[in-house]
T-cell receptor, first 114, second 114 residues
Framework: NAGVTQTPKFQVLKTGQSMTLQCAQDMNHNSMYWYRQDPGMGLRLIYYSASEGTTDKGEVPNGYNVSRLNKREFSLRLESAAPSQTSVYFC?????????????FGPGTRLTVL | DQQVKQNSPSLSVQEGRISILNCDYTNSMFDYFLWYKKYPAEGPTFLISISSIKDKNEDGRFTVFLNKSAKHLSLHIVPSQPGDSAVYFCAASASWGGADGLTFGKGTHLIIQP
């Protein structure tokens, strides 16, 4: 029972390159989230998916796209990476979209854009 | 504009004593509050939560207090142990009518001194 897994763990990109961060969960949760954490900052919501087939923007969506491939998987895509996207990215899940739920986080992907 | 504020970037406490971490919020729509603990190179892990219908919630050594009129919550850890050394994030959500996802503070780095 792995919980929430993220791949890759580390990635270095050059400005302008594209990549997809993968997230998968085996908790049978409906809602999934992508956050970023910058040094000295809290986590900020990029995109979320309340259920399979739906996605919505969070606080900082610019420069990102997402795909909710199925109930288990939620990917985050950077089409043209910029140095400002250097950050640690966390995927999270929760049973439903109700606010009365804790969220469960993956281990993170550390991305550096040169 | 930060909606969840943790004004102490770091806190040092002796082992065995009480650790008190503070959090303030500005959004009146928030009605569910959570504390997460984060070790380096790991994702945040859920610690304890409280809904706005309560003013206190206990779980073992951890107690969260909520003062709605002051828009303030605090996390008490008694007694503090070396394994409690980590970054603690306060987070909030608006269960109904608010945006999905959690709003995080910037975190407080708790250091337990032997």
């Amino acid at each position: 029972n792995a919980g929430v897994t993220q791949t890759p763990k580390f990635q270095v990109l050059k400005t302008g390159q594209s990549m997809t961060l993968q997230c998968a969960q085996d908790m049978n949760h409906n809602s999934m989230y992508w956050y970023r954490q910058d040094p000295g900052m809290g986590l900020r919501l990029i995109y979320y998916s309340a259920s399979e087939g739906t996605t919505d923007k969070g606080e900082v969506p610019n420069g990102y796209n997402v795909s909710r491939l199925n109930k288990r998987e939620f990917s985050l895509r950077l089409e043209s990476a910029a140095p400002s996207q250097t950050s640690v990215y966390f995927c999270a899940t929760s049973p439903t979209r109700s606010g009365y739920n804790e969220q469960f986080f993956g281990p993170g992907t550390r991305l550096t854009v040169l | 504009d930060q909606q969840v504020k943790q004004n102490s970037p770091s806190l040092s406490v002796q082992e065995g004593r009480i650790s008190i971490l503070n959090c303030d919020y500005t959004n009146s729509m928030f009605d569910y509050f959570l504390w997460y603990k984060k070790y380096p190179a790991e994702g945040p892990t859920f610690l304890i939560s409280i809904s706005s219908i309560k003013d206190k919630n206990e779980d073992g050594r951890f107690t969260v207090f909520l003062n709605k009129s002051a828009k303030h919550l605090s996390l008490h850890i008694v007694p503090s142990q070396p394994g409690d050394s980590a970054v603690y994030f306060c987070a909030a959500s608006a269960s109904w009518g608010g945006a999905d996802g959690l709003t995080f503070g910037k975190g407080t780095h708790l250091i337990i001194q032997p």
